[in-house]
């Protein structure tokens, strides 16, 4: 029996049968294969590294999209940054309030084979007139493109390895910093902080200088292992951060949700940060 097995943290891995390889390749940009696992049905993984499953993509897609959306309360205008495979593209345009989503993606290659082998990430989102797609790299996209600024900005990035590293760096949270309204909302993927500690203390230190409110939530996933995944927060807007349960569940209810893990008690829930979490962050603090 084939198997992939992942190793993205050194002395620790992941292991997926291979019931059936569907495609593999080197594109332009990386190395990806998309392959039938018999527990979390399709998978596909970029340079070695699982980004999505069928089975648990909910999970992960929601949080990004939700939190920041249901938190700003008016986004009229969103920014992807990455997400390929049209999960995060999906759960965006099922706010109704939503008038325009701009999508930057590396790598046309992606798009095109997560249509094809992971039709439901999309669901048809890339087909829907609100959604405006654009090959090109994301950190020259924020750095010059001069459109009209958004409410919402979600880098679905892969980990800060290969084509995915600049999407962790300075110059593309200033690009995002330029890009947004006044009270925007900036989130990001940022590892499994168990695995990858030094991530957190990275993008807090990067972020810092651009947003009054720099923080992170969190989200478990199955398939990137480890524990809690933290996704990066960035607002000028303290109070975004701390909207009232009664209000979220207005706004979700008003946009005609129904979430398979995201709930506004979550959401309130998810800016709890465990105390390890909490001693990355505290400056003098020794690592955990």
């Known amino acids: 029996m084939k198997s992939f097995t992942e190793t993205l943290s050194d002395g620790y891995g992941q292991t997926l049968s291979i019931d059936a390889c569907l495609f593999e390749q080197q594109t332009e940009h990386q190395h990806l294969i998309i392959f039938q696992n018999r527990f979390f049905g399709r998978v596909m993984a970029l340079d070695g590294i699982v980004q999505t499953t069928e089975r648990d993509e909910f999970i992960y897609h929601e ?25 995060i593209l999906r759960e965006v ?138 996704l990066a927060w960035g607002c000028d807007d303290v109070a975004k951060r701390w909207v009232e349960e009664t209000v979220l569940v207005e706004r979700y209810q008003r946009a005609g949700l129904t979430c398979r893990y995201y709930t506004p008690a979550l959401h309130r829930a998810a800016f709890a940060l465990p105390a390890y979490m909490q001693s990355l962050l505290t400056p003098g603090a020794a690592s955990f």
Do not use: W
Request: proline share 7%; net charge negative.
């Open 93 to 230: 345009l099922k706010h109704p309030q939503v008038e325009q989503v701009v999508q930057v993606e590396i790598d046309q290659a992606v798009i095109d084979l997560c249509r094809q082998y992971l039709p439901g990430h999309s669901a048809g989102a890339f087909d829907d007139p609100r959604a405006e797609i654009v090959i090109a790299d994301g950190v020259a996209y924020v750095n010059a493109a001069t459109p009209a600024p958004f409410d919402v900005i979600i880098s679905d990035c892969t980990d800060p390895v290969g084509p995915g590293e600049v999407l962790f760096s300075s110059e593309f949270y200033a690009g995002c910093k330029r890009l947004l309204k006044p009270g925007g909302i900036f989130v990001a993927q940022n590892g499994v902080v168990f695995m990858q500690p030094d991530e957190l203390l990275t993008t807090r230190q990067r972020l810092g200088p651009y947003f009054t409110d720099q923080s992170f939530y969190t989200v478990s996933v199955p398939t990137y292992v480890g524990g809690n995944m933290a």
């Open 63 to 87: 949080m990004m999209v939700h939190v920041p959306v249901l938190a700003h309360g008016q986004t009229a205008r969103v920014l992807i940054i990455g997400g390929g495979d049209g999960g």
